[in-house]
């Protein structure tokens, strides 16, 4: 579980951009109860520092969670690089994700194989990437597909290099609306053209 989120914070392209804190959770059972451990970090995120704290919770029913931000672009009267709120969440196989959970407009959830002595556990790592608007094109505005491209790119490029340094079992793409998203993308995308 641990060295699953290892590489997924050292490959995560943290904001360099912005002021806010992120803040590091360990939560134990289910969403419902309390953080066991909440700790702020000033940019930039400390990652040794949180797997030094993620270490004495390698429990199964434990959930490591990072909301932390990455930069992409936003259109505020103009185009602009902002950070943007993401969370980076990894699951042990104990872990109740059905109960009182957060609701993330769009999610990623990649899954791993247990290890060959615990062959039935599984860990999953989540990642909330916030609204659809940050990854469908609007075409009120200017430049979007062309923009909006560059945020998919990010976002692509983050799953890829992920399948790339992590043994996936399943990989899955949602948003909140219940909807497709690939459709929903490729539909956006049909309506530009």
Known sequence: ??????????????????????????????????????????????????????????????????????????????????????????????????????????????EFPGSPENSGANCALEIEFGIDANFLPQPELPDSPRVIQSNIKSLLKLVHDLDDALPVETRMLWSESGENFSEKLHQALLAVE
């Open 1 to 110: 579980m641990l060295r699953h989120y290892e590489k997924l914070l050292r490959l995560f392209p943290f904001s360099r951009l912005t002021t806010q804190p992120s803040t590091f959770k360990v939560i134990a059972v289910d969403y419902s109860e309390p953080a066991v451990l909440e700790i702020p970090y000033p940019p930039p995120v400390p990652v040794d520092d949180i797997l030094a704290a993620a270490k004495d919770f390698q429990n199964p029913d434990s959930c490591y969670r990072l909301e932390t931000w990455w930069d992409l672009w936003h259109f505020t009267g103009e185009w602009k690089l902002e950070p943007t709120r993401v969370a980076l969440s990894c699951f042990g196989p104990e872990f109740d994700q059905g109960t009182a959970g957060f609701h993330p407009a769009q999610s990623a959830v990649t």
